[in-house]
C-alpha cells in the first residue's frame, strides 16, 4: 500500500473508531443520572423533607396537663387531705393560643421554603446533567481524535518505509527517516494521553451515574455538528422562565416576602386558656378554677425581626438581580462561541483541510517523482493531522457550548 491510498483510507474513516460494544445515545445516561445519582437523591429527599414543615409550625402548640397536689399541715403527700377544706387534689389542661392568622403566616413562610428547595433539586439536577453532557463529549472527541491518531500512525508508518527505501538507493537523506520517525513517537505519545484522560473521563462519569468503576467502559456515539437554530434574542429570553437559578432566587424572593409578613404578625399578642378541677374528698366544696393569659412581645424583638427579614428580602432581591445579569452574559458568551465555531468548522470544512489535503498530494506525488524533498512531505503530512484534531476540537467546542445553553435556558438545542 503506497502512502497515498493510506492516507485516502485513513481520512475517508475520518472519527470513525472501532469498538467493541454499541453506542450509548446521551438521552439514556441523563435518564439514568436522574435515577441513580446520589446528590439529585439527597436533594429531593431534602426538598420532601421541607414540604412536612407546613404541618409543623400550624399546628397548634401542644396541649398541657396538670396534676396537683396541696397537702395541709404537713409535707406528706395527701396529708390534711381527709381533716382539711385547703388540702386538695386537681387535674386540669391548658391550652395556648398564637394570636389569630400568626400561624397560617408562619405555615406560608415554611411553604415558600420548600418550594425553594423544590427549584435547588432542579438546580442540581441540572449541574450534574450538565457534567453529564461535558464528559460525553469529551470521550465522544477523545475516542474520534484516537482514531484519528491511529489512521496517521498507520500513513506514517508507510511513509516512513518510502523514506527508507528511497535512502536505500541513494534518492533520499537519513535524516528524513529520523524525522518520520520522531512524529511518529509524537503520535505515540499522544496516543498514550488519551487514554490517560478517556480513563480519567470515564471514572468521573461512572461516578455521576453512580456505577461501579469496574463496569464496562461507555461508548459514545459519534459527535455531528448540530445548527444552532434560535437567535440570540430568543435565548436571553427565556433565562428569566426556565433558568433553574433564576427560579430558586425568585422563589426565595417569595419566601422573604411571607417571612416580612409573619415577622410582623408576630409582634401580635399570644394566649392561654386553662381549666382545674380540685378536690377536696368530698366532705368540703370542690375548687374549679378557670385561667386566661396573655403574653406579649417585646417590641424590641420584635423590631429587630422585622428589620432581619426586610434586609433578608433586599438580599434575595439583589441575589436574583446579579445570578440574572451572571446569566445572561453567559448565554450571550455561549452564543458567540457557538456561532463562532460553526463558522470555523465551515472554514476547516471547505478550505483548509481541503487544500492541506491537496497540497499533501501533490507534494507526495512530486516526491515519488523525485521531484520534492522528503521534509515538505513531512510538513504537509503534519498540518493536515493538526487541522483534523482542530477540527475535532473546535467541534467538541461548539456543541459543549450548546450544552451549556440548554442548562442556562432550559431550551432543547441538540
Do not use: C, W
Not at 145 to 170: C, F, K, M, P, S
Not at 185 to 211: P, W
Not at 226 to 238: G, I, M, W
Not at 269 to 280: A, K
Amino acid at each position: 500500500m503506497t502512502a497515498t491510498l493510506a492516507l485516502a483510507t485513513a481520512f475517508s474513516a475520518f472519527g470513525q473508531t472501532p469498538v467493541a460494544s454499541p453506542p450509548t445515545p446521551l438521552s439514556q445516561l441523563l435518564a439514568e443520572a436522574g435515577a441513580n445519582n446520589p446528590q439529585i437523591s439527597a436533594a429531593d429527599h431534602g426538598a420532601q423533607a421541607a414540604r412536612q414543615m407546613a404541618p409543623q409550625v400550624t399546628t397548634l402548640p401542644d396541649p398541657k396537663f396538670t396534676y396537683q397536689q396541696l397537702s395541709v399541715g404537713s409535707p406528706k403527700p395527701f396529708a390534711g387531705y381527709t381533716n382539711s377544706d385547703f388540702a386538695y387534689i386537681g387535674v386540669g389542661a391548658s391550652q395556648e393560643l398564637p394570636y389569630p392568622r400568626k400561624l397560617r403566616a408562619r405555615g406560608e413562610v415554611a411553604e415558600r421554603d420548600a418550594d425553594t428547595k423544590l427549584a435547588e433539586v432542579e438546580v442540581t439536577k441540572t449541574s450534574i446533567a450538565d457534567s453529564i453532557k461535558a464528559d460525553y463529549l469529551q470521550l465522544a472527541y477523545l475516542q474520534q481524535t484516537l482514531g484519528i491518531l491511529r489512521q496517521n500512525e498507520t500513513v506514517l508508518d508507510q511513509l516512513i518505509q518510502d523514506a527508507t527505501a528511497h535512502y536505500q538507493v541513494g534518492q533520499g537523506m537519513q535524516q528524513d527517516v529520523l524525522q518520520a520517525q520522531v512524529n511518529r513517537t509524537k503520535i505515540v505519545k499522544e496516543i498514550t494521553m488519551h487514554h490517560q484522560l478517556m480513563g480519567q473521563t470515564q471514572a468521573h462519569l461512572k461516578g455521576l451515574l453512580s456505577r461501579d468503576q469496574g463496569s464496562p467502559d461507555i461508548v459514545t456515539e459519534d459527535m455531528m455538528e448540530t445548527p444552532l437554530t434560535r437567535t440570540s434574542d430568543e435565548l436571553l429570553a427565556v433565562v428569566r422562565q426556565a433558568n433553574p437559578q433564576i427560579q430558586v432566587d425568585a422563589s426565595s424572593i417569595r419566601k422573604q416576602d411571607a417571612q416580612l409578613v409573619s415577622a410582623k404578625r408576630e409582634g401580635k399578642p399570644d394566649f392561654e386558656v386553662g381549666y382545674i378541677y380540685q378536690n377536696t374528698d368530698r366532705k368540703y366544696r370542690d375548687y374549679y378554677m378557670f385561667t386566661f393569659d396573655v403574653r406579649f412581645p417585646r417590641r424590641a424583638r420584635v423590631n429587630a425581626e422585622i428589620a432581619e427579614a426586610t434586609e433578608k428580602r433586599s438580599e434575595s432581591r439583589q441575589t436574583l438581580n446579579a445570578h440574572l445579569q451572571q446569566q445572561l452574559a453567559e448565554v450571550k458568551e455561549g452564543y458567540v462561541k457557538a456561532t463562532s465555531d460553526a463558522e470555523l468548522l465551515k472554514e476547516y470544512r471547505e478550505g483548509l483541510i481541503p487544500q492541506s489535503d491537496a497540497a499533501y498530494r501533490a507534494t507526495l506525488n512530486a516526491y515519488a517523482s523525485n521531484r520534492e524533498q522528503f521534509i515538505h512531505v513531512l510538513s504537509y503530512f503534519t498540518d493536515i493531522l493538526s487541522l483534523r484534531l482542530e477540527y475535532a476540537q473546535t467541534l467538541m467546542d461548539h456543541e459543549a457550548a450548546l450544552a451549556h445553553l440548554e442548562s442556562l435556558t432550559g431550551a432543547t438545542l441538540r
